[in-house]
């Protein structure tokens, strides 16, 4: 492997995602002609030790030469700027915020292939790829990101101390269909939000620009991957947060990459379905847009997004399935503690003859402080018969609300048919953000109810 390190794409300026890879591998790096040498992302616990130390190694470099220097751009923070610039806009409404709208999982899906290819070049490896971290059986941060001494340990994190909650990985246990999907976001059927109603239940957002300005979080953005954000990072109790809970700093973290991984190689699980792959957007505000990313040698490249295989982006993964393997992961069992704290709480009417049942909050308020929740039915007057239905988690936000997700749906038809009440009690209870949290923000909302949607 005699990888000159740090060369850039001999073309600069525009590349296409297929272009772009293709130049990476023409930087000198040996070319994986056959199909079958596609780079592999693996499942960190199952990543062989000497990938595991280059990708340390070539990290902790990268760490090392932001801290002589800010400004190298063959540095950790250069690479991390890249989501910082882009996704802490301060209003939603901004062309360049790639969350809260369809660009969410393609401008994700290319910053880590841009990040992958600058660690091939800079570790002379043209196979290295990035690990995942398969939440939905590994309920704590892998092993190989909190090693003491690591760089992929080197974050600001106020982890708490448990399992991540089954509903925070949208493991949606008291509903049988979603509970067999493992990630309950795979059973949307289409890609793209035609109507600010449609954003909550869609698996990648709305169209950005759209006529009306819309924005909110699709069902992907909001949980899974908003509440492992902010369990990541928590909050510590003088309530400064870990870098992986604001947008701002999230993608110094390395761990960043390996949650992004798990969610990227979703979104490839949801597309092995023709179907539903063919709601993916081809309208040509899609297809032609490109996105800038730093490159090594202080220049930037731009990558189109018209072809959006991760094939053509120089990876693949191990495996699309969502659990590894058929044990239950831990958690699991623990039943949800409606006996202890509550943010919220409401005994509701559930109207009789509908065949689905949904609850919607409205008015929901984010504070200046992280916030994740878990949102669970019972029969009133009935303490063993406690549901979780879902969790919603928001981003501390300084000021003005980026990201207005203030009307959060939860589709209860299948707890409510278990419960077979015609009252039903809510409660809203906090999931603890730091490892000695003992106070929590307030849930801010206007209201709540059982309503039984059209079909
Ligand atoms: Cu750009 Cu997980 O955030």
Same mark, same amino acid.
């Given at each position: 492997?005699?990888?000159?390190?740090?060369?850039?794409?001999?073309?600069?300026?525009?590349?296409?995602?297929?272009?772009?890879?293709?130049?990476?591998?023409?930087?000198?790096?040996?070319?994986?002609?056959?199909?079958?040498?596609?780079?592999?992302?693996?499942?960190?616990?199952?990543?062989?030790?000497?990938?595991?130390?280059?990708?340390?190694?070539?990290?902790?470099?990268?760490?090392?030469?932001?801290?002589?220097?800010?400004?190298?751009?063959?540095?950790?923070?250069?690479?991390?700027?890249?989501?910082?610039?882009?996704?802490?806009?301060?209003?939603?409404?901004?062309?360049?915020?790639?969350?809260?709208?369809?660009?969410?999982?393609?401008?994700?899906?290319?910053?880590?292939?841009?990040?992958?290819?600058?660690?091939?070049?800079?570790?002379?490896?043209?196979?290295?790829?990035?690990?995942?971290?398969?939440?939905?059986?590994?309920?704590?941060?892998?092993?190989?990101?909190?090693?003491?001494?690591?760089?992929?340990?080197?974050?600001?994190?106020?982890?708490?101390?448990?399992?991540?909650?089954?509903?925070?990985?949208?493991?949606?246990?008291?509903?049988?269909?979603?509970?067999?999907?493992?990630?309950?976001?795979?059973?949307?059927?289409?890609?793209?939000?035609?109507?600010?109603?449609?954003?909550?239940?869609?698996?990648?957002?709305?169209?950005?620009?759209?006529?009306?300005?819309?924005?909110?979080?699709?069902?992907?953005?909001?949980?899974?991957?908003?509440?492992?954000?902010?369990?990541?990072?928590?909050?510590?109790?003088?309530?400064?947060?870990?870098?992986?809970?604001?947008?701002?700093?999230?993608?110094?973290?390395?761990?960043?990459?390996?949650?992004?991984?798990?969610?990227?190689?979703?979104?490839?699980?949801?597309?092995?379905?023709?179907?539903?792959?063919?709601?993916?957007?081809?309208?040509?505000?899609?297809?032609?847009?490109?996105?800038?990313?730093?490159?090594?040698?202080?220049?930037?490249?731009?990558?189109?997004?018209?072809?959006?295989?991760?094939?053509?982006?120089?990876?693949?993964?191990?495996?699309?399935?969502?659990?590894?393997?058929?044990?239950?992961?831990?958690?699991? &069992? !623990?039943? =949800?503690? /409606?006996? +202890? @704290?509550?943010?919220? %709480?409401?005994?509701?009417?559930?109207?009789? $003859?509908?065949?689905?049942?949904?609850?919607?909050?409205?008015?929901?308020?984010?504070?200046?402080?992280?916030?994740?929740?878990?949102?669970?039915?019972?029969?009133?007057?009935?303490?063993?018969?406690?549901?979780?239905?879902?969790?919603?988690?928001?981003?501390?936000?300084?000021?003005?609300?980026?990201?207005?997700?203030?009307?959060?749906?939860?589709?209860?038809?299948?707890?409510?048919?278990?419960?077979?009440?015609?009252?039903?009690?809510? &409660? !809203?209870? =906090?999931? /603890?953000? +730091? @490892?000695?949290?003992? %106070?929590?923000?307030?849930?801010?909302?206007? $209201?709540?109810?059982?309503?039984?949607?059209?079909?």
């Amino acid at each position: 492997m005699s990888q000159p390190p740090n060369r850039p794409p001999p073309r600069r300026g525009f590349l296409s995602g297929l272009a772009a890879a293709g130049a990476a591998l023409a930087t000198g790096l040996p070319a994986p002609a056959a199909p079958s040498w596609l780079p592999l992302r693996c499942d960190v616990t199952r990543i062989p030790p000497d990938h595991l130390a280059l990708l340390e190694a070539t990290i902790g470099e990268m760490q090392q030469r932001s801290r002589r220097d800010p400004a190298d751009p063959k540095g950790w923070r250069v690479n991390a700027l890249a989501h910082t610039r882009l996704c802490s806009s301060v209003s939603n409404a901004d062309p360049a915020q790639v969350h809260g709208c369809w660009w969410f999982l393609p401008w994700h899906r290319v910053f880590l292939a841009v990040t992958e290819w600058k660690l091939r070049a800079l570790s002379g490896d043209a196979t290295l790829t990035l690990p995942y971290w398969n939440w939905s059986n590994d309920r704590r941060i892998p092993a190989a990101f909190t090693r003491p001494g690591s760089p992929l340990a080197d974050a600001e994190r106020h982890t708490p101390d448990r399992d991540l909650r089954p509903v925070e990985v949208d493991r949606l246990l008291c509903d049988p269909a979603r509970s067999a999907l493992g990630v309950a976001a795979l059973e949307a059927r289409r890609f793209t939000a035609r109507a600010p109603d449609e954003i909550p239940g869609s698996f990648g957002g709305i169209a950005k620009p759209n006529g009306g300005a819309w924005h909110g979080r699709s069902k992907m953005e909001t949980v899974p991957h908003n509440a492992i954000h902010n369990y990541v990072g928590g909050e510590a109790a003088d309530g400064s947060v870990g870098d992986m809970t604001g947008l701002a700093r999230a993608a110094f973290d390395p761990v960043f990459f390996a949650h992004h991984g798990n969610l990227d190689r979703l979104w490839e699980i949801w597309r092995q379905d023709p179907a539903r792959r063919a709601t993916e957007p081809t309208d040509s505000d899609f297809t032609q847009k490109q996105f800038v990313f730093p490159w090594l040698d202080g220049t930037v490249i731009a990558v189109s997004m018209s072809d959006l295989e991760t094939r053509s982006l120089g990876y693949a993964y191990d495996r699309l399935a969502v659990m590894r393997d058929g044990a239950t992961p831990p958690g699991d &069992a !623990v039943a =949800p503690n /409606a006996a +202890g @704290p509550r943010l919220a %709480s409401a005994i509701l009417p559930v109207p009789s $003859g509908a065949t689905r049942h949904e609850l919607r909050i409205s008015g929901v308020q984010p504070g200046d402080r992280p916030l994740s929740v878990e949102i669970c039915l019972a029969r009133p007057g009935d303490p063993a018969s406690w549901l979780s239905v879902g969790a919603l988690a928001i981003g501390p936000i300084p000021g003005l609300a980026t990201f207005p997700d203030s009307e959060p749906r939860f589709d209860v038809t299948a707890a409510i048919r278990a419960l077979a009440t015609p009252l039903v009690e809510v &409660a !809203v209870l =906090p999931l /603890a953000l +730091g @490892p000695s949290q003992r %106070s929590w923000p307030a849930f801010q909302y206007a $209201g709540m109810a059982i309503v039984a949607p059209a079909a």
